[in-house]
């Protein structure tokens, strides 16, 4: 599966971005899906993760109450509503797609799309 983020961009403190990954091929639905980010000179952190149907999801704990995270499957697309946004938000975000692994930890990422950069002013 091919993937694509979109979505970023310049927002002031206590704005709010939805981002979107589009995924490609008509498998989609049976992957878990999840967002990560990676900050200038810090290591790539997980973000949120959802199941295949979209009835479960699994945040961070820096991001439970202001980011959500959602599934279209019938578009291929997995999303990630952010609000309440911080200026140490700022990151690139990249999804992220998993058929193995243990729900909802220890998936194994075997699909990443490209990054898109949000950018949070204080």
């Known amino acids: 599966v091919q993937l694509q983020a979109s979505g970023g961009g310049l927002v002031q403190a206590g704005g709010s971005l939805r981002l979107s990954c589009a995924a490609s091929?008509?498998?989609?639905?049976?992957?878990?899906m999840g967002w990560f980010r990676q900050a200038p000179g810090k290591e790539r952190e997980f973000v949120a993760a959802?199941?295949?149907?979209?009835?479960?999801?699994y945040y961070a704990d820096s991001m439970k109450g202001r980011f959500t995270i959602s599934r279209d499957n019938a578009k291929n697309t997995v999303y990630l509503q952010m609000n309440s946004l911080k200026p140490e938000d700022t990151a690139v975000y990249s999804c992220?797609?998993?058929?193995?692994?243990?729900?909802?930890?220890?998936?194994?990422?075997?699909?990443w799309g490209q990054g898109t950069q949000v950018t949070v002013s204080s």
């Open positions: 992220a797609a998993a058929r193995r692994g243990t729900w909802p930890t220890s998936m194994l990422w075997d699909f």
């Open positions: 091929g008509r498998t989609f639905s049976s992957y878990v």
């Open positions: 959802i199941n295949w149907t979209g009835g479960r999801t």
